[in-house]
């Protein structure tokens, strides 16, 4: 039985050039790192932060070192649930304001990559060992963001994320198709064309409509692509109304809006379509358009909102982001609630990301229905493909 012996955490920068963590945690026969991302478009109910007036991540350092790294010193490196639980009870709090979700995260996921290698075990095998979860397919389907607006983007459309879904099991397809209709973009674009935070191209001045149209145009000579989008609905929503490329809809408008769309556009999946605490208006998209409707910030990765979305029957899909609620074991609770209501998991990077590729061993663990990892060539985003296609490569072996 490996026991943690130590505990050691930094700052280090992420894509957008933030600082954030990274937390290691050591056996006597292994050690575990992870690198935490940092959202920039957030739900309102996600785990909180811990941060510096300036940014900085000493009040985090100091949290883990301080408080978390005392309480699970000598803990069995295998028992992750009763570690994630003592850093539970120990915040005390339903948002992690006490000892911060990214230093909760940190330590959690660093954890369970501390387990796998006492155990000589890849990454995703050992969460299997942690978890049954209903798998949705034999593989995730890339959701691969190529055209960004909303809050990653400075002058885009208002919708946040313009995605294709290559219809493959194949990841090293699917991410060659991403590529070929990246290269397209690029080419109808223009080498000069602005790059939003996920990797995507930001195309200057276009209404959401035009973007689309786009995007259709260059999926147009590639077999088997659909478009998906992470609408962010909450971050141009105000007292009851979307201002969408300057038009102010009410939810009805709003939903005759997504009718025309889906009218018009191969659109399979649809994200966050509204406000984050209108349960109603999704079940209403969700019921009335055959189209995924996707919770994020709606759901935040916590089992509590989920539950209030299964009771409303407003998604068909959840979008899975272990730091939004803070350690592994909240994470999989989700994950297999999701899967008891035949609700699609759709693991997700974020918006200020890192060099660690956890995310593609969790969403291949447990037979995820997508993986969210942004634009295909942008560093941070590819080491995600490549350890999917990694994985896959060594499970065919």
């Known amino acids: 039985m490996a026991k943690i012996t130590d505990i050691k955490s930094e700052e280090i920068i992420d894509s957008r050039g933030n600082p954030t963590l990274r937390v290691t945690v050591y056996t006597e026969t292994s050690e575990g790192s992870f690198d935490v991302p940092s959202g920039a478009s957030t739900g309102i109910h996600e785990a909180?932060?811990?941060?510096?007036?300036?940014?900085?991540?000493?009040?985090?350092?100091?949290?883990i070192q301080n408080k978390i790294r005392p309480a699970i010193i000598g803990m069995n490196i295998q028992d992750q649930e009763n570690i994630d639980q003592t850093m539970i009870d120990l915040d005390g709090t339903s948002n992690k304001?006490?000892?911060?979700?990214?230093?909760?995260?940190?330590?959690s996921i660093a954890v369970a990559k501390a387990a796998a290698a006492s155990e000589g075990i890849e990454i995703y095998e050992y969460l299997r060992t942690l978890r049954e979860i209903k798998i949705s397919q034999s593989a995730p389907y890339l959701f691969i963001n190529l055209l960004n607006g909303g809050e990653h983007a400075k002058d885009g459309a208002s919708f946040q994320e313009f995605?294709?879904?290559?219809?493959?099991?194949?990841?090293?397809?699917a991410y060659k198709a991403g590529i070929d209709v990246q290269n397209i973009l690029r080419s109808k674009l223009g080498e000069e064309t602005d790059i939003g935070d996920e990797g995507g191209f930001v195309p200057s001045k276009m209404t959401t409509e035009e973007v689309f149209q786009i995007l259709k145009d260059s999926i147009s000579s590639v077999v088997d692509v659909v478009l998906s989008t992470d609408v962010a609905a909450s971050s141009f929503y105000s007292n009851g109304v979307y201002n969408v490329d300057g038009n102010h809809?009410?939810?009805?408008?709003?939903?005759?809006?997504?009718?025309?769309?889906?009218?018009?556009f191969p659109i399979a999946a649809i994200e966050d379509p509204f406000n984050e605490e209108d349960f109603e208006n999704f079940l209403i998209l969700n019921e009335e358009n055959e189209v995924?409707?996707?919770?994020?910030?709606?759901?935040?990765?916590?089992?509590?909102r989920l539950e209030v979305a299964i009771e409303n029957k407003s998604i068909g899909g959840i979008i899975i982001k272990p730091n939004q609620v803070g350690t592994l074991t909240e994470t999989l609770d989700t994950m297999e609630r999701a899967r008891e209501k035949d609700i699609h998991c759709i693991v997700s990077h974020r918006s200020g990301e890192t060099m660690d590729s956890f995310i593609a061993d969790l969403a291949y663990a447990f037979g995820c229905y997508g993986i969210k990892a942004g634009?295909?060539?942008?560093d941070v985003r590819k080491v995600k493909y490549d350890r999917l296609i990694e994985i896959q490569k060594n499970e065919n072996i």
């Open 48 to 63: 909180l932060e811990l941060r510096d007036a300036d940014g900085g991540m000493d009040l985090a350092i100091e949290s």
């Open 97 to 107: 304001k006490v000892l911060g979700g990214n230093s909760t995260i940190g330590v």
């Open 163 to 173: 995605q294709i879904i290559p219809k493959t099991y194949n990841i090293e397809d």
């Open 249 to 264: 809809l009410l939810s009805d408008n709003f939903h005759g809006y997504y009718k025309v769309l889906l009218d018009h």
């Open 292 to 304: 995924l409707v996707i919770g994020d910030d709606l759901t935040t990765t916590n089992k509590e």
């Open 375 to 378: 634009a295909p060539d942008m």
